[in-house]
Each structure stands twice: as C-alpha cells, then as structure tokens.
C-alpha cells in the first residue's frame, strides 16, 4: 500500500535531517600538512583549521557549511554551501570537504585545496 501523502513531509524532513547530520562526523584540529608539528601549535593560526560542524575555520576564514551533497563514489567526501566571513567581509562559496586517507582533512576553497591532519595542540 503506497505511503499516504501527509506522512511523505514528515519522512523527507527526517530524511534531509539524517543526511546533514551524517554528512561530515569527525569535528576537530587541523594542521596543514601530512603529520602534526613536534613542538604543537596555536589553533586559530596559519596552517590550522578547526571544525565545530557544520563551522569549518581556515585560518582568517569560517564558512558555516549547508546542504551537503556527497561526491558520487567517493565515501566522506561532500560539497557544501558555504555563508563564509573573512576578516569582517561576508561572502558565499562552494566547498569541498572531506576525509583524508590518514585521519585528516581535505579542502577545496575558491580553486585552491588544502590538506590537513588531526592533531592536538
């Protein structure tokens, strides 16, 4: 019996819900590079990122990331919306963000990719 027409919205919400929040789990640290520094180093810094999804922080940048779609056969990695601020100028951007193949982070912003590994600092 086919799904009636008044519990088809609350299904796509839940649906679109389950989606966003599985887009991109693994919130931290981030160095630019393949290791994190000997000696640490100072979050909010070059080279670092942070992400508190769906806020991802590039150095003077943050992007608060919407409507992620997932890259055809490629797992964890996922475009998004961004609304983005940078040094007090707000702008909109379309980001590439996902894993990296060590626990990392790989990211594609205004033509340029950056990738970083978890750390602590």
């Not at 951007?93 to 600092?121: F, H, K, M, Q």
């Amino acid at each position: 019996m086919p799904l009636p027409l008044r519990h088809a919205a609350p299904l796509a919400v839940l649906l679109a819900t389950l989606t966003a929040a599985q887009a991109f789990p693994q919130d931290g640290l981030f160095y630019q590079g393949f290791s994190c520094p000997a000696d640490g180093f100072e979050p909010g810094g070059e080279r670092t990122a942070s992400l508190a999804f769906p806020t991802l922080c590039l150095v003077e940048q943050c992007c608060d990331l919407s409507n992620p779609v997932n890259v055809r056969a490629m797992d964890q990695i996922f475009l998004y919306d961004g609304a983005c601020t940078s040094e007090g100028t707000e702008f909109e951007a379309r980001l590439l963000v996902g894993e990296a193949s060590v626990d990392g982070l790989v990211v594609v912003i205004n033509n340029n990719a950056y990738t970083y590994s978890r750390c602590e600092p």
